[in-house]
């Protein structure tokens, strides 16, 4: 991870501009770019909340964004950590695009960045290992922009796991519609997809009569699960990291 938890102590050698008097309980910082975060507890509503801060050119940090009332600490420094990603993606790949050219870089004068999503997937095709930085929602939202890319009509389903299904895509034209339900599992590098998760997909596939399941990982799959895999080749497919570094290939 490239957002790190601090002592308080390196937190305070920070020139900060402190917004409030409520207890401070956890404190980070970003290796790649100048933000820094702080977790801290509402002691009369016993909520909790996060603030990043960004050093401006006086070198003071101040307030860039944040979100209060949420119900525990461990929520509070999820989201920190996403918030805190998302803007190491984003500006890491401004830096990258706005610096002086070298012989080896392509020419980026017809580039033309529409969105966050666009900014993310064309950072993630240089950095993939970035992906893993990624919380399993903000994966599963990734996929699915991708499968939008590709012709898909994309529905995520609602965060609580609904019978096994974490996007709903569909082909669809003149003749017919074609119903595809994608899997996505978010896990580490070793640790692998077992065949308890095809026998599931398989059982939910059947279940709501798609044409195809599709089981995404940003992992690879266990020998069992691709030979489970097998006796439904044409109905299920496994796509594992390299098939998402493919994909990104695309931007």
């Known amino acids: 991870m490239s957002f790190i938890e601090i002592s308080r102590e390196e937190f305070d050698s920070f020139k900060i501009a402190r917004m409030g008097i409520f207890p401070e309980h956890a404190w980070f910082r970003s290796t790649e770019i100048d933000i820094v975060g702080v977790i801290v507890k509402d002691p009369i509503d016993n909520d909790w909340s996060y603030a990043l801060l960004s050093k401006e050119e006086d070198g003071v940090y101040r307030y860039l964004n944040g979100e209060i009332s949420l119900e525990n600490q461990h929520d509070a420094i999820t989201l920190l950590s996403e918030a805190a990603t998302l803007i190491e993606i984003r ?24 969105t966050l999503d666009d900014e993310i997937k064309k950072y993630l095709k240089r950095y993939p290992d970035k992906i893993y930085e990624l919380t399993p929602r903000r994966f599963e939202e990734l996929v699915a922009s991708i499968l939008k890319d590709l012709g898909f009509d994309v529905e995520i389903t609602q965060a609580t796991r609904d019978g096994g299904r974490d996007i709903i895509a569909y082909v669809r034209n003149a003749v017919s519609s074609y119903l595809t ?6 896990y580490a590098p070793e640790n692998k997809v077992g065949v308890g998760v095809i026998r599931e997909v398989v059982g939910v596939h059947n279940i ?24 439904m080749e044409n109905q299920l497919d496994l796509k594992d ?3 998402l570094k493919s994909w990104l290939e695309r931007y």
Do not use: W
């Open 241 to 243: 990291f390299n098939d």
């Open 181 to 186: 339900h994608i899997e996505c599992k978010r």
């Open 91 to 114: 500006g890491a790949f401004r830096e990258e695009l706005y610096s002086e050219p070298t012989e080896n870089n392509e020419d980026k004068t017809n580039l033309i960045i529409t």
């Open 208 to 231: 709501r009569k798609a044409t195809k399941s599709i089981i995404v990982t940003t992992s690879f799959f266990s020998i069992d699960a691709i030979k489970e895999a097998k006796m």
